[in-house]
């Protein structure tokens, strides 16, 4: 269930329907829609933009929203290609390009998350703010289904999910699933089955492999964003997690938070891993509270160097603002 909140905006949906540019001789599908600063939304594996729907209705009056579909996802291409962390910050720097953008606002939910980190990282220039939601890349914890997934040898299991008689199966389990805490994933569960169910198809399911091996193996995440997390001084960063996430795990967010000079931690209780679909509403209300209350970050290459050389922040940072939790 995506959400059990009213419609935030009777927003035409077709101002939202996908567009296409060819880059690098692929072809990238991108949600794009209205006016003044810009925000990229980014989505997480196996997912694609449509997850960012409800928000991007809500905030077409005050921004530019761009939501792509990442190579390998959704109405993206599907080709044999780099699908790690570093390609896909390029691909969202290069899309920018094409659009004529220059400056964005980030927000990355999951693997997205670990993508923003990098865009940040290695566009510095390009990253006005930070929003991290439920984010990859804190430490090695992750739902043991994608520790699976990740194992050599699932390239034969994953067919199956797509195939009619499991997908009537998963139809009469529904309910016990969901009973029974639907594998951690609680509430989330329809959401997730329904976008997993579409690696029956080959192509699909080859990118989702390649995407997922580049950051988990059986013992878990393997991108750690930590070493370079003291980077983001300077940079607005605020951390969005639930209390009930178990794909990527909630004790990250205090992690992620104290690593992150001077970032902004909002926990939503009893939200799972897709806290923007739990509470919509609130999840907007925080955003546009940390846009209305941060100034863009401007890159500063003496500082970026600074930093670069000793390793750390440096002394007399102000500690971490702001941890908020609610419902």
């Known amino acids: 269930m995506r959400s059990q909140e009213t419609a935030l905006t009777g927003i035409d ?13 692929y072809r990238r599908a991108y949600r794009m829609a209205g006016r003044g600063p810009a925000l990229l939304f980014i989505h997480g594996i196996g997912d694609d933009s449509s997850t960012w729907l409800d928000v991007l209705a809500s905030l077409t009056g005050e921004y530019t929203v761009i939501a792509p579909d990442l190579l390998g996802h959704g109405g993206s291409d ?15 720097r290069d899309l920018l390009a094409t659009l004529d953008i220059d400056r964005v606002t980030v927000v990355g939910h999951s693997l997205g998350g670990g993508v923003a980190m990098q865009f940040a990282y290695q566009f510095p220039e390009r990253c006005e703010r930070l929003v991290l939601v439920s984010s990859g890349g804190v430490g090695p914890g992750v739902h043991p289904l994608l520790r699976l997934a990740a194992a050599p040898g699932t390239d034969l299991m994953l067919p199956l999910l797509g195939t009619p008689p499991v997908r009537e199966a998963l139809r009469h389990l529904s309910s016990l699933l969901r ?35 580049a950051v988990v193996d059986w013992r878990g995440q393997v991108v ?16 969005v997690w639930g209390t009930r996430d178990h794909v990527v795990p909630s004790a990250h967010a205090s992690i992620a938070h104290e690593s992150m000079p001077g ?14 679909h739990t509470s919509p509403q609130r999840f907007l209300a925080v955003l546009r509270d940390f846009l209305t209350h941060t100034r863009p970050a401007q890159h500063n290459v003496r500082r970026w160097r600074r930093l670069l050389r000793t390793g750390r922040t440096p002394a007399g940072t102000p500690a971490p603002i702001g941890i908020s939790s609610g419902s």
């Open 179 to 213: 009973a029974t805490g639907g594998f951690g994933l609680g509430e989330d569960l329809d959401y997730v089955v329904s976008k997993y169910v579409r690696l029956a198809e080959s192509p699909s399911r080859q990118a989702f492999l390649r995407t997922l091996r």
């Open 13 to 25: 949906p077709d101002t939202f329907d996908l567009r296409h540019r060819v880059i690098h001789g």
């Open 78 to 92: 599907k080709p044999r290609a780099d699908y790690s962390v570093a390609a896909y910050a390029c691909g969202m």
């Open 263 to 276: 970032s902004r931690l909002e926990i939503f209780e009893g939200a799972g891993h897709f806290p923007h």
């Open 224 to 239: 750690n964003m930590l070493d370079r997390s003291y980077l983001t001084k300077g940079i607005p960063t605020m951390l």
